[in-house]
C-alpha cells in the first residue's frame, strides 16, 4: 500500500494537466488512522463524482463487539455511522472550489428507516451477524467476505462515499483536492468513525432501541399477533412529501379490550394494541386516522429511528400492501380463485396482460404475494378496486353470478387465514358487509381506536350476510417459471437507472415501481435494478420457480452482503436491501419477463 505522502506528490505531480490524469490516483492510501481508498475517478467535472472509501480498523474504531453480534444490530451500528458521517461531510462539502461538481462530498442519506445498505460496512465474524433473524434458521453455511482488503478483521468500518474531484474547467485543480484529502476528509473520519469521539449515548439508545424491535417482533408469532401498536406512538406524518413525525399529533392509545403488554429487553414494561391474527377490520368516518394506521402497520416491517414516532410499531415482516393497480403488466399468474373468465374465453388460470385493470391486477397482486409467502395483508379502501373487495345484494341479483366472473375477496378472506394462514388488515370505512366475516372491528375516532366487535357484530345479526360465501380456496397453481429473454443474452453491459424510488430501467425497458408501496428508499430500487439484471442474466432459466429465485438472491444477499451483486468488486455505496416481497413485485412487474 502507498503512503498518503506519496498521494500528495502525486497530486502535486498532475496539477494543472487533463483532467483524465485523475485517473492516476486509483489505489489505497495508508493515513495511518484509516487507509482512503480512490475506488473510482469520474471522467470529468460534470461527471458522476468519483467514489471513495475510508477503512477503519476494528482497533482503532473501537466499537463494542457486542453491537455488531446480530444482523440487525449490525445493521443499526452501519446506519448509524452513516449517518454520522454524512453529516460530518455535508459540513465539508463545496469548501473545495472549481466546476461542476467540484468539492462535493456526500454519502447516502438515510431516511426514517435502518436498512441495510452498501455504504457502510462493519466486519463481524459472529455467525449470527450474517443472517437476519427471520432467516436464521436458514441452513446455509455463513460466509463472511472480505475481498481484496488490506484492513480487515472483526469490528472494521468500510465508510463508502463520493467526491467531486475539483477543476478549473477541465484542468486538475490538485491544490483543492488536496485540500478535500489532507484537510477535511481525516476530521470527518475522525468525528465520526471512532467509538471515543462520537456521541456514544446516541449509539447505545440506537442499539438498544434495535434489541427491543427485534424482541417484539420475536413475540409477535409466540402471542398469535401480527402486528402491534405500542401506546404513545405518533403514527399521522408530518406531510405527503416528508417522512418526518406530524407534530402536536394525537398519540396511539390501544382499546382495554387489545392490550397487551411487552417486557423488552431495554425499556421494560410497554403496553399497546396487539392485533390477534386473523381478520381485523378498521372502520370510521372520514378523516378519522383509518388509513394513517394501515401506513404506519405497512412500513413497520421494517425498524424506525429514534424520534420517528413509529419506533414501536411493528407488523409481521412479511405484510403486503394490497392494492389496486390498472395499467401494470401481469406474467402468467393463475388469478382464477377471483376471476373465473374474461370475455373472449381468456384463460384466467395463465393470466397475462399489460395492461391490467383495477380488479385483475388486485387478483393478481394477491395471487403474487401469496406465492411471495406473505403471512399478512394490507389492504384500505382508498387504494382497492370496489368490485375486487364487495358485491351488494342488488347487484348479484340483478347480475347473475354466472355473468359476473369476480369472487370478491369477501368470499376468500377466511379461507385466505383458516387454509393458508393469511391474516388480513382491512380498513373499509364504507361496507358493513365485513362484519360478518371479521373477527375484530375496530373503529378509528378522532384517531382513537374503539374496539366495536361486540356492537358491530350484533348489529350485523340483523341483516342477513350476502356475498360472504365462504367457500374452500379452490386449487390454483404457482409454478411459474421464468425463462431468459435471448434478446438480452448477448448483452452484458445492460444499462441499469432507479428514477427515484418509483422506477428503474434494465436496458430499454422501464419497471414501474409507483404503487409498490412498501419499497421506501432510491437505494432499494436501485438494488432491484442490480438484482433483476442478474436474475434475467444468469438465473433465470426456465427451471427455477418465483419462489426458487427468491431464495436464490436473499440466499446470496445473506452469505455475499449487497456487495455480492456487483461483479469483479468494484462496489458501489448506492444500495440498500430491499425485502423478498419487493424483490417478487419488481419481477413480476417487468414487462419482458417470459414464462
Ligand atoms: P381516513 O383514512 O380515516 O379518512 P386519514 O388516515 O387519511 O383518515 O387521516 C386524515 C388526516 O388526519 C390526515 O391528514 C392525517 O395526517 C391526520 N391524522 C391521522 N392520524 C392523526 C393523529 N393521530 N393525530 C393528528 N392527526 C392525524
Ligand atoms: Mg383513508
Keep these: 500500500m502507498k503512503t498518503a ?3 500528495r506528490t502525486k497530486l502535486k505531480s498532475i496539477d494543472h494537466r487533463g483532467y483524465p490524469a485523475y485517473k492516476e490516483l486509483k489505489g489505497q492510501y495508508d493515513f495511518r488512522d484509516y487507509v482512503l481508498s480512490i475506488d473510482h475517478v469520474q471522467g470529468d467535472p460534470f461527471a458522476a463524482p468519483s467514489r471513495l472509501s475510508v477503512i477503519v480498523s476494528g482497533k482503532k474504531a473501537g466499537f463494542p463487539a457486542a453491537y455488531y453480534d446480530t444482523y ?143 424482541a417484539v417482533r420475536r413475540k409477535l408469532p409466540e402471542l398469535g399477533l401480527c402486528a402491534f401498536i405500542a401506546n404513545g406512538s405518533i403514527l399521522p406524518r408530518q406531510s405527503g412529501v416528508s417522512d418526518r413525525p406530524m407534530e402536536n399529533a394525537v398519540p396511539f392509545q390501544s382499546p382495554d379490550s387489545m392490550k397487551v403488554t411487552l417486557t423488552l429487553p431495554n425499556r421494560g414494561q410497554v403496553s399497546g394494541m396487539g392485533i390477534p391474527k386473523g381478520v381485523t377490520l378498521f372502520v370510521g368516518g372520514g378523516y378519522h386516522g383509518k388509513s394513517t394506521v394501515l401506513q404506519a402497520l405497512q412500513n413497520a416491517v421494517y425498524n424506525h429511528i429514534n424520534g420517528d414516532g413509529r419506533e414501536l410499531v411493528i407488523a409481521d415482516e412479511s405484510a403486503w400492501k394490497l392494492r389496486s393497480e390498472d395499467g401494470r403488466s401481469v406474467t402468467g399468474v393463475d388469478i382464477s380463485p377471483f376471476i373465473r373468465q374474461l370475455p373472449g374465453g381468456r384463460d384466467t388460470r395463465h393470466f397475462s396482460t399489460l395492461d391490467a385493470s383495477g380488479s385483475t391486477s388486485q ?116 409454478r411459474r417459471m421464468p425463462k431468459p429473454n435471448m434478446a438480452l443474452k448477448k448483452d452484458d453491459r445492460l444499462k441499469m437507472k432507479a428514477m427515484g424510488v418509483n422506477e428503474l430501467s434494465l436496458g430499454y425497458d422501464a419497471v414501474e415501481l409507483r404503487y409498490v408501496e412498501q419499497l421506501r428508499d432510491s437505494e432499494q430500487t436501485m438494488a432491484l435494478a442490480y438484482i433483476l439484471k442478474q436474475l434475467e442474466l444468469k438465473d433465470m432459466n426456465g ?19 449487497l456487495e455480492s451483486l456487483f461483479e469483479g468488486g468494484d462496489v458501489r455505496a448506492s444500495l440498500a436491501r430491499p425485502r423478498r416481497q419487493e424483490i417478487l413485485a419488481c419481477v413480476n412487474r417487468y414487462r419482458k419477463l417470459g414464462m
Excluded at 445498505?117 to 472480505?146: D, K
Excluded at 427451471?543 to 452482503?561: F, K, P
Design 5 to 7: 505522502e506519496e498521494l
Design 72 to 214: 440487525e444490530k449490525r445493521i443499526t451500528l452501519q446506519d448509524h455511522l452513516t449517518r454520522l458521517f454524512g453529516a460530518q461531510l455535508n459540513r465539508g462539502s463545496k469548501q473545495a472550489n472549481g466546476s461542476g461538481k467540484s468539492g462535493l462530498l456526500a454519502a447516502s442519506r438515510c431516511g426514517q428507516e435502518v436498512m441495510e445498505r452498501t455504504a457502510c460496512r462493519v466486519e463481524s465474524t459472529f455467525a449470527g451477524a450474517a443472517l437476519r433473524q427471520s432467516r436464521a434458521s436458514a441452513s446455509e453455511p455463513v460466509r463472511t467476505q472480505t475481498i481484496g482488503r488490506t484492513v480487515s478483521g472483526p469490528g472494521t468500518v468500510t465508510l463508502r462515499f463520493e467526491a467531486g474531484f475539483p477543476a478549473r474547467g477541465r484542468t486538475i485543480d490538485a491544490g483543492e483536492l488536496e485540500k478535500m484529502l489532507f484537510d477535511i476528509l481525516p476530521g470527518c473520519v475522525r468525528n465520526s468513525l471512532y467509538y471515543t469521539r462520537i456521541d456514544q449515548n446516541k449509539l447505545q439508545a440506537a442499539i438498544e432501541l434495535c434489541e427491543d424491535q427485534q
Design 363 to 478: 387478483a393478481a397482486n394477491l395471487m403474487e404475494c401469496m406465492e411471495g409467502g406473505s403471512s399478512l395483508i394490507l389492504i384500505d379502501e382508498d387504494t382497492s378496486a370496489t368490485n375486487f373487495m364487495i358485491r351488494d345484494k342488488l347487484m348479484q341479483e340483478v347480475v347473475s353470478p354466472a355473468e359476473e366472473p369476480i369472487i370478491p375477496f369477501i368470499e376468500r378472506v377466511r379461507s385466505l387465514y383458516e387454509d393458508f394462514g393469511i391474516s388480513s388488515i382491512i380498513v373499509a370505512g364504507s361496507s358493513g358487509s365485513y362484519f360478518h366475516v371479521a373477527d375484530h372491528i375496530i373503529q378509528m375516532k378522532e384517531y382513537v381506536p374503539l374496539d366495536i366487535t361486540r356492537k358491530a357484530k350484533a348489529a350485523a345479526e340483523a341483516f342477513p350476510a350476502f356475498s360472504t360465501k365462504q367457500d374452500r380456496f379452490p386449487a390454483f397453481s404457482q
Design 543 to 561: 427451471r427455477r420457480s418465483m419462489q426458487e429465485l427468491a431464495d436464490l438472491i436473499e440466499g446470496q444477499l445473506d452469505t455475499g452482503g
